[in-house]
């Protein structure tokens, strides 16, 4: 008889965005007039820029011509005209990589999940809470042991290392995703010393860099001197590009990145992962991988800024608005999200009833992202600047009352 | 300190497609004026349908703009006009199949590799010999035990069951790659009967199924009585539409799927699947799915046809040129591959060389597939038709004399 992976049944079903959107409908149909303003999801709502959708196009029509057809990618890693484009990106903020330590994928998710699979399942693993669920959700179906760092209000939302706990296996994500908080140059200094001296690897997750305004806070882990010898870092052109929809993103690991086998032997985890790939995944699109190319040009990078530049001026209307009403938050700058206090002590579904009820504004309850969460709210910048000027004009009447 | 997965350093570094190459660099640089035909990849040549490439550049336009912008799909099973549209090809060959059964993926390999996420380690799983390298490098990444049933000149290339061996897992590929062979309804029942009286549940590789004329032949594991309380099928656009750069491909899981769980609990596969894709993977590509969806419409089916068509006219050749020399051979018909018996005796590689030295044709060794293919060997008819026909003039004037 067949057996399942029962670690599947000790997961905790997410039931955040289901009781979110359970909530907007019953509250929807009681009030079907009201003006609902969606301030929860993560998602971009901005067009792709034109020179990224000519590029797509452009890749197309060669997949339709004998002479220009692709058909399997050899190395299933990414295009050199693709990973030579993130490599020149890197380049820009002082990060030097070779184009083997580039893997292009289908968004962040993807390697994010998968990556798990190369390890083995004795591991420790740490995730900071709150967090994006995936680093706990794709370590528990494997039945490996997690233990958490705190984020809360007393370090900025912004978990540190504690040298008395072991960890082998570390998720950090900065700008973080939900709190907005962004680790300094010696923040994350700490964690890759960390790193080093506990022999673990800490998985990066930089899928919103291109939210950092601030040159002094590092856009990549490897702008930390000895990360290359402990980190592998996931990107995405989700938020960066708005491809939400179109799915691209790549992963850096090392050359250098190696694991002591039990045998002795010295193990590239890049050429572990080029086993498991090699075996598992067969490259991305190639109309995908031209128009993600695209955006690296200078016309990309370009009309690409355009849309952040839109975010951020949601985000930074918001912080305004937060400010003035003397609400405590982190994110808002160099971050489409901002992570805020709730009001007069009330819990995070508390808050968002109160929203809904009276204002008609949908966050997300910080509860969902883990239990320092509790008591706060995350709003993200991705709705239009329209609705988010109205959100807060209407935020600052209620709560000014 | 870190852990890696030490199953990985278990697997047999998979030297076929490396040793080919190698050996086919030294007659190249040896022979700079000798034309090489090559006639072991099986990639398409073809490029994709005209009106494919315009579903596609349509699909990167409404990303253009706002209004039909696109972000996150929902669900990341696929969109409802493309499940919809796979639905009614599989009507057309007689499988009535849901909407919610339908996955959609960036191509079979990707679902062949990570299905094995939701099963337990402590199945046994079963191979047919030889095969896809995939089924059993991805089971043994996870650490499981992998027994073989042979596919032989006996049978014809189609492993059967043996009831007195007991198996939890099963990968059957129909048309089959390497061997061109292809299952009668007749088998299948044999195989999904076997799998209902031992509980195991059938990965069915339908990657070829395009390529079936005689309409007597199942297309589907579904066109089987009882397949849907045991089976997974998994399909892909590579060969039925070109879509080996393009990347998409389906899983069919059914509904009524369920296995029972240690503590007696029935669990549905659709349900564990979606909670790791969930975590895993976040869809694919909007344009790329309007390119998909596109083949399914009668202009597209029409326009694909004729790819599969011209692949078949090289096949059909190659064929009756065996049959003029006498020598055995599995596919062909139904098939993109000949999998046929080296004459004279050669082994595998001997035969490679024979080929490459004598009349600068590449065909892919048997061995490298499993160890029924020793002294057999794979063409495949993705070529172009001239070179298609010069190679197989050229086999005929070498083994004529």
Chains 1, 2 share one sequence.
């Not at 820009?92 to 990589?97: E, I, K, N, P, Q």
């Not at 740490?126 to 179906?141: E, F, H, I, K």
């Not at 997750?205 to 305004?213: K, N, P, R, S, V």
């Not at 975010?311 to 305004?320: I, P, S, T």
């Amino acid at each position: 008889m067949v057996k399942i992976n029962e670690n599947f049944l000790t997961m905790k079903k997410n039931y955040l965005f289901i009781d979110i959107a359970k909530r907007l409908k019953k509250y929807t149909e009681e009030n079907p007039d009201k003006q609902i303003i969606k301030m929860g999801i993560g998602d971009v709502t901005l067009p792709l820029a034109p020179v990224v959708v000519e590029a797509m196009k452009k890749g197309a029509d060669e997949l339709g011509k004998k002479e220009t057809f692709k058909g399997y990618e050899d190395s299933g890693t990414g295009y050199d005209f693709l990973k030579d484009a993130i490599a020149g990106y890197y380049k820009s903020f002082g990060v030097s990589l070779n184009s083997s330590e580039i893997r292009v994928n289908d968004g962040a998710k993807s390697d994010c999940g998968n990556i798990v699979d190369i390890f083995g399942d004795d591991n420790v693993i740490l995730v900071t809470d709150p967090a994006y669920p995936v680093y706990v959700d794709s370590n528990t179906m494997a039945g490996r042991k997690i233990i958490y760092a705190d984020s809360n209000e007393e370090n900025g939302f912004a978990a540190m290392p504690d040298k008395s706990v072991h960890a082998d296996i570390i998720y950090l994500c900065s700008p973080n995703n939900p709190t907005g908080s962004v680790y300094t140059k010696a923040q994350l200094k700490e964690w890759v010393d960390y790193a080093l001296e506990q022999g673990s690897i800490i998985i990066f997750d930089a899928a919103y860099e291109a939210f950092i305004t601030d040159p002094e806070l590092p856009r990549s882990i490897f702008c930390i001197e000895g990360a290359k010898k402990c980190a592998i870092e996931m990107c995405s052109l989700s938020k960066t590009a708005g491809f939400t929809g179109t799915r691209c993103g790549y992963t850096v690991i090392p050359d250098e990145l190696t694991v002591t086998a039990s045998d002795g032997s010295e193990v590239s985890i890049s050429q572990l992962w080029s086993r498991r790939q090699g075996s598992k995944f067969n490259g991305v699109s190639y109309p995908v991988q031209c128009a993600a190319a695209a955006v690296f040009t200078p016309e990309g990078q370009k009309q690409t800024r355009e849309a952040i530049a839109y975010y951020q001026r949601n985000a930074k209307l918001m912080a305004e608005t937060l400010d003035d009403l003397g609400i405590k938050y982190t994110g808002g700058i160099n971050s489409p999200y901002i992570w805020l206090k709730c009001p007069n002590n009330m819990g995070s579904w508390e808050f968002f009833d109160y929203l809904l009820n009276n204002i008609q504004v949908v966050g997300t309850p910080g509860e969902g992202f883990g239990k320092n969460g509790a008591g706060w709210f995350r709003l993200t910048a991705f709705g239009t600047y329209e609705n988010t000027a109205e959100a807060m004009k209407r935020l600052k009447e209620l709560l000014r009352k």
